[in-house]
T-cell receptor
Framework: ETGVTQSPTHLIKTRGQQVTLRCSSQ?????VSWYQQALGQGPQFIFQ???????GRGNFPPRFSGLQFPNYSSELNVNALELDDSALYLC?????????????FGPGTRLTVL | DQQVKQNSPSLSVQEGRISILNCDYT??????FLWYKKYPAEGPTFLIS?????DKNEDGRFTVFLNKSAKHLSLHIVPSQPGDSAVYFC????????????FGTGTRLTIIP
């Protein structure tokens, strides 16, 4: 059974640029949630995709957008990068809209915005 | 507005002793609580959870206690082992089945051999 994978591992961008982060969900999972973890903070919910539709969004501006593909993998896109977007971005997959304990997290993508 | 708070950024405990990690929440609508453990360069891993209809849940060396009136939960690890050294996050959610988790800021636990 393949776990949740994320790519790339690390990424460096400059202010104003755009970035795409990718997540492959665990086999059999149809739901993907994205979280942002700033340094010294806990993960913060960005949004969730269930069967290719957005199903819930946290307090993030519209320049954070996402997509889920028919194979349930997902992308997180961030436009017009700001310095405060520097963080670890975590993807979690689950089957259906299950409780949080059934979410399996990937190792994250470390984004640095200069 | 920090709805889930872990006021101790770090904790050191001797191997074999009990580790107690604390978490407070402010949103009375939360009804399901979880603890995650995170090693460096890995994603958080689910550890144990508790529903608001219970006040205690045990799983091996790990026990979570919930005090709803005080809006407080704690994680007890006994006996503590070196492999328990990690960052522990408390998380909460509304409505079991609502997958949106609200996390605390984490407590770094160090087990001293």
């Amino acid at each position: 059974e393949t776990g949740v994978t994320q790519s790339p591992t690390h990424l460096i961008k400059t202010r104003g640029q755009q970035v795409t982060l990718r997540c492959s969900s665990q086999s059999g999972h149809n739901t993907v949630s994205w979280y942002q973890q700033a340094l010294g903070q806990g993960p913060q919910f960005i949004f969730q995709y269930y069967r290719e539709e957005e199903n819930g969004r946290g307090n993030f501006p519209p320049r954070f957008s996402g997509l889920q593909f028919p194979n349930y993998s997902s992308e997180l896109n961030v436009n017009a990068l700001e310095l405060d977007d520097s963080a670890l971005y975590l993807c979690a997959s689950s089957f259906g809209l299950a409780g949080g304990y059934e979410q399996f997290f990937g190792p994250g993508t470390r984004l640095t915005v200069l | 507005d920090q709805q889930v708070k872990q006021n101790s950024p770090s904790l050191s405990v001797q191997e074999g002793r009990i580790s107690i990690l604390n978490c407070d929440y402010t949103n009375s609508m939360f009804d399901y609580f979880l603890w995650y453990k995170k090693y460096p360069a890995e994603g958080p891993t689910f550890l144990i959870s508790i529903s608001s209809i219970k006040d205690k849940n045990e799983d091996g060396r790990f026990t979570v206690f919930l005090n709803k009136s005080a809006k407080h939960l704690s994680l007890h690890i006994v006996p503590s082992q070196p492999g328990d050294s990690a960052v522990y996050f408390c998380a909460a959610t509304r409505d079991f089945g609502n997958e949106k988790l609200t996390f605390g800021t984490g407590t770094r636990l160090t087990i001293i051999p």
